[in-house]
């Protein structure tokens, strides 16, 4: 027999509800379609999902401090570009040309935060802002001709082949890992949450809130800027479009994964179902040959579901919390 | 105040930056934003031509992707402010009608590049159009790769870029017509095709082109309203497919779909010469006004590029002009 506490506490998990709407497609998917529940499916799921969710990742933490970003599809563009040129037209060594490409994540994302935060402008202005700036310095500083990705580049060691995995899959899990441990396990996860749920209580607590936002928009810009590395690395290609719109998947992602719009609610491990939950929905719109026109549509309705889910089991937790308190 | 003069330097910057006065003043004006690589092209072919002829040109992006209210409230600006000529892209039949008029009737020559009025000169009063007829490209498209169609049963997948988007649904209604013709030419044949929503993005469109090509492995071709599916390539290899074992065909000349035309996974493209789509309406611009000569339709794009001519064309395409 389950304990009610110990259901109260599966039901208040952020990913509750992105983890029971994947079990339940996928349950229903292996049985609808037989070339789903496949190797070869799984691999072109997987190949572009490590990008997806680590955009995703970095969103959701950011969204646990309390703040929001826009800019990270352009973000995703900037680093690669950056990146590439110093290889292509300066011959610098691809490793300190993907350091400085991220740099300039970092610094997109200390911009974030100093406009926010120090000037108390609402993050989805500031963010929105620096989507179309940060896209025009992509434009700007390849000239609208970003270099060709360099044949002898080595890109083994990120997105090489291991049996049916790329290796970005392994950088996915292992960066997720350190930001579960970090968000779970250490104080400066606490903070996050503190800082997220009451930033005024937080402060009264002494949590340099300006810190911990600040970390968090440059941490989610540098995972913004690592996955348009993985990508323009396995596509073996630059465009000044990469990333255009990935903003809204990866808010959707994280959203669907139990972050809160309202901030110090979420989980890395729920950014990863949410991005998974869209990848595969994607999937089986393409493979039950749902009709162009009402591709949008599709997705759109299953995010409101997942969504309106989220909250129902929450209420639900909520619930089953005040009748143990009578 | 430091906030302040940093952007009272900028904005003097931005002035400073504008070309001295010239003869004539020329925009052009698109649905699409700056990060649109194909759209370099086309501003590569304007600005070498405002440069020839020394006029004063601009290209007005979009902020947002394919916002065209955006678009018409730029062009009816440009109007009112009087500019010496007009030149810009339409995708929807109606919306930009009145405002076209309203330049042509105050002496503002208005040409259509890249995309027109599906109805031509009947449905939009511009004077002239240089670009691809995009639904006889698309056909022209799936005739030429059907050559390589092996023997036996076809299933073809159509990939839509952007549903509702003229451009596309013209392109991949071309190809559509050609299946259609091919089904009725073929009755000893199973010919039959899917539509996607492939989307915009090379990443995504590889990857529905791939979930959906491993859950239907009798598919012989794809077929990309633009150049996007180029991105299939990667997870083709991925799921084992070899050289030129599935077909594909598209439009326009980017570093990705040469890369896969030498890689052996994609066969066919068709380049619609953007650089000709920039530099021809300034010119004739030009010539409307400087010497009262009158605007001609120019067809810029039924040029077939296979992998053979890779090689050729990619010096080309270095230089931005292809």
Redesign the interface.
Known sequence: MISKNKIKSLLSRPEFSALAIFLFLLILFTFS?D??L?S??F???L??YP?LALVALGITILMISGEFDLSVGSVF?VSPIVTMILISDHELHYVASILIGLLAAASIGFINAVVTIKFKIPSFIATLGML?MA??I??VIS???PP?VPKDLPTEWLVG?VDMFRVSIFWLIGIALICNYVLKKTNFGNWIFATGENPKAAQDLGINTFKVKATCFVLCSILAGFAGII?SF????V???????LELQAIASAVVGGASLMGGIGSAFGALIGTLLLSII??IL??S?????W??FAVGALIVIAVILNTVTKNTADKIRLKDDE | MKLLKISAILISMMLLSLPANAKYKFSVLTQVDTSNTFWQGIKRGMDDACETLDVDCQLVFNQENGNLQMQLTNLEALVEQGIDGISLVIVEDNMFDEAVQKAIDAGIPVITTNVDDSEGAAGNARLAFVGQDLFQAGYELGKELSKQFPDGDTHVLLGLSAPGQSWAEARIGGVRKFMEEYKAANPNKKVTWDTIDSGLDTSVTGQRICAYVQGHPETTAYFDAGFWGAGAGNCLRDLGYKKNEFLMGMFDLVDIVMDEMDEGYVHLTIDQQPYLQGYLPILQMYLMKEFGLSAWDVNTGKAFVYPSDVSVVRKYIEMGVR
Do not use: P, Y
């Open positions: 379609n070339r789903f496949n070869r499916n691999m072109v799921i190949s572009t990008e563009a179309f896209r025009s992509a434009v000239g609208g001709f060709s082949r990508q396995r596509i073996k290609t465009i000044t479009s990469l990333g255009q719109g994607d999937n393409i493979l040959r749902v009709d162009g026109n591709f949008k």
